[in-house]
């Protein structure tokens, strides 16, 4: 299956910030995680288990995304 592109709105007000996006530590949901692979991702593409917690995965300090 093709890998679809995900897409993130991160606006605040009427622009576009992107700060979210530089080393983030984010953490994911399964219902996340369901979403995205959902998608075509495969899970350790994009996800990384830190202390028991599925965090959004960083490739060069931004989000893989």
């Known amino acids: 299956m093709p890998k679809k592109m995900v897409v993130v709105e991160c606006?605040?007000?009427s622009?576009?910030?992107g700060k979210c996006c530089y080393s983030t530590?984010?953490?994911l949901t399964e219902e996340d995680i369901k979403?995205?692979?959902s998608l075509g991702y495969s899970r350790k593409d994009f996800a990384i288990k830190i202390d028991g917690i599925f965090r959004l995965?960083?490739?060069?300090?931004r989000c893989i995304f």
């Open 25 to 27: 530590e984010m953490p």
């Open 11 to 13: 606006k605040i007000g």
């Open 15 to 17: 622009s576009f910030c």
């Open 57 to 61: 995965r960083n490739i060069n300090g």
């Open 35 to 37: 979403r995205i692979e």
